[in-house]
């Protein structure tokens, strides 16, 4: 294909670009107009286990390394990343259907992990214990876990992999990924960019499959797998606990939220607009931590949702690759049915329609940018994770009973919500069960800072520090010492 270069058709094991054992294939089809973008591999259990087999082997290699070496290779990668991020960008939108825009801003978000655990590989410090008994010294030593699978989404193609790949290669970990089956293409132009950078063959083992439950049993069972990394439902990443628990794996889950955004009576108005757009309607709606509820107080709910309603009303739907698109398609047909549902129930419910409320004319897997007014926590709508362009608002009036209402889900990533009031800052983000909060901001992710929930949301840490810690094991050395001669 002329216009995206780094479209390739094979997937990638042990440093080779192969096809399915028995030569079957998964369409990847553009989400904009449904045309075909290439055909990739559909594997199986046999590609899914020499996956493993190969990184395993290159592990022995691997872990060995030092960390500046490893440093060394990930900087190559992230500059070629940086180097490819228009036609990344492209292919991202092609295949995922986000506007370029927002794909330009991912892989350079995408990026900053590989740049950023390349900087963290150099600094994964041991200790040295004050000893108990004057015979011993007691040190630690970290280690790279081992084998690790990535399961990745496809509503952040590049980002959600280097989220992963980053940290464990920092680690002296090796990975197989498993890319989601919509977007199968960033994933292969990524392993495409580490094998030119230099990241020697089964460090990185790419598996593509539309069989995701067949391959993802032998990714999550495996002995030689130690860790497993999944984004992804709440009810697969249960299922992956299960899986992954039999031989006990080292686990990072970054699953569902309901994301509750609070708009305080004290709250600057126009930001809180600005920032209840940007985190509800990024990708369509579709990310984890997108805003899920919006509760307005009633002394400002008129004067924000006059300003609200006229923002969202001027959203631009259509191809991410057209200039000044602001909201793409949904990911497939089932995305689109999903919230058409929701939304004809929530009004058969007593949801008020403000806006929006049906496939777009532009195309069958355009949703018109809606809003439902007088959605109550009654409604179905309020518990589901809504993965599109609807914004459900609700009234409250007093501070106690929004805290409790937006803690009243099985979730826990992230949460939003709009005050100047100093004090009141302290108190709902302490109170906020979540281990996201963006205060008087709409777009919380980064590099440098601790990505991941609590609760049904998830565990373990992405990004930051701590994001590396979860690639390594503790190892405590006891060393005997001779007190002979004494001085
Ligand atoms: C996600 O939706 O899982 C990731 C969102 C982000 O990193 O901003």
Not at 27 to 41: D, K, M, Y
Not at 211 to 222: D, F, I, K, N, Y
């Amino acid at each position: 294909m002329e216009d995206l270069p780094l479209v390739l058709s094979h997937a990638y094991i042990n440093g080779q670009w192969i096809a399915a054992d028995n030569g079957a294939t998964l369409s990847v089809v553009n989400p904009a107009n449904g045309v075909l973008i290439t055909e990739v591999p559909d594997m199986g259990t046999s590609e899914a286990q020499a996956a493993v087999v190969a990184a395993d082997k290159a592990l022995q290699g691997w872990r060995k390394t030092t960390a500046k070496h490893r440093a060394n290779l990930l900087k190559a990668w992230f500059e070629l990343i940086v180097e490819h991020a228009d036609a990344l960008a492209k292919l991202l939108t092609t295949e995922q259907g986000k506007p370029y825009k927002e794909a330009y801003g991912e892989v350079i978000y995408g990026a900053s992990f590989i740049e950023w655990f390349a900087e963290e590989a150099k600094r994964t410090y041991g200790d040295h214990i004050p000893a108990a008994m004057p015979g011993n010294r007691y040190l630690t030593i970290k280690q790279p876990v081992g084998v690790v699978t990535a399961i990745t989404p496809w509503n952040f193609p590049v980002a959600m992999i280097t989220r992963k790949v980053g940290p464990a290669l920092a680690a002296g970990c090796t990975v197989v990924v498993k890319p989601g089956e919509d977007t199968p293409l960033c994933a292969l132009a990524m392993a495409k960019l580490a094998e030119q950078a230099g990241i020697p063959a089964g460090v990185i083992n790419v598996v593509t499959t539309a069989r995701p439950a067949e391959v993802g049993e032998v990714l999550c069972t495996h002995p030689l797998v130690r860790k497993v990394s999944f984004t992804g439902s709440t009810p697969v990443g249960k299922h992956i606990l299960r899986q992954a628990a039999d031989t006990v794996k080292k686990v990072s889950m970054e699953l569902g939220g309901n994301a509750p955004f609070i708009v305080f009576d004290d709250a600057d108005l126009d930001k809180a607009v600005q920032g209840a757009l940007i985190s509800k309607y990024r990708n369509a709606g579709q990310t984890c931590v997108c805003t899920n509820r919006l509760y307005i107080h009633d002394a400002v709910y008129d004067q924000f949702m006059a300003r609200y309603i006229e923002a969202v009303a001027d959203l631009k739907l259509g191809d991410g690759l057209a200039e000044g698109t602001e909201i793409g398609p949904l990911i497939n047909a089932r995305a689109v049915a999903k919230v058409d549902t929701l939304v004809v129930e929530a009004i058969s419910q007593g949801a008020n329609l403000v806006l929006g409320g049906q496939i777009a004319d532009v195309g069958e897997q355009y949703y018109q940018p809606t809003i439902l007014s007088d959605v109550t926590e009654q409604m179905n709508i309020a518990h589901q994770e809504l993965f599109g362009p609807v914004t459900t608002v609700f009234r409250f009036n007093d501070e106690e009973d929004v805290i409790r209402r937006a803690n009243d889900t099985p979730y826990g990533l992230a949460a939003y919500f709009y005050s100047r009031d100093n004090s009141r800052i302290w108190r709902v983000s302490e109170a906020l069960e979540y281990g996201i909060i963006g205060i008087n901001e709409g777009i919380i992710s980064t590099e440098v800072a601790p990505f991941g929930g609590v609760k049904e949301s998830g565990c373990g840490r992405e990004g930051s520090k701590y994001g590396i810690e979860d690639y390594l094991e503790i190892k405590y050395l006891c060393l005997g010492v001779d007190q002979s001669p004494q001085y």
